[in-house]
């Protein structure tokens, strides 16, 4: 039997500010909305602005696209995204993301730790 030890270094995060839901609709090219680099991998979280329960804790390997044009807008596929859009006040959501070359072990590490604290997963992730 071989075996193999594996150690991941700390990840620091340097999460965004919290931003509403529909100023991130708002095209940029407009010269208003918010500004999300593109191609960069990592992580985000919706949350109604009142409340500290997320609503997602979700990882991308292109976060511009994963939570603006999926989640966001619906013009890419996002696994919660409709859903949100449908049965929540989204005008009072905020969305964060913070980059990260290791976005999978992140997501995982943020559901481990939400869950310790509130006993269940977000509403709209249905595993990690």
Request: charged share 35%; net charge positive.
């Amino acid at each position: 039997m071989e075996r193999e030890e594996i150690i991941i270094r700390p990840i620091n995060l340097e999460w965004s500010d919290w931003f509403s839901w529909n100023d991130l609709k708002i095209d940029t090219r407009s010269g208003n909305g918010i500004k999300m680099t593109n191609y960069v991998s990592g992580v985000y979280e919706a949350r109604y602005e009142d409340k500290e329960e997320r609503l997602m804790i979700g990882k991308a390997t292109d976060l511009r696209m994963r939570v603006r044009q999926g989640l966001v807008k619906g013009k890419t596929p996002h696994s919660a995204g409709e859903k949100i859009r449908v049965n929540e006040n989204v005008s009072r959501i905020v969305v964060r993301w913070s980059a990260t070359d290791k976005p999978c072990a992140v997501e995982e590490e943020l559901h481990r730790k939400y869950q310790k604290k509130f006993g269940r997963l977000p509403k709209y992730v249905q595993h990690t």
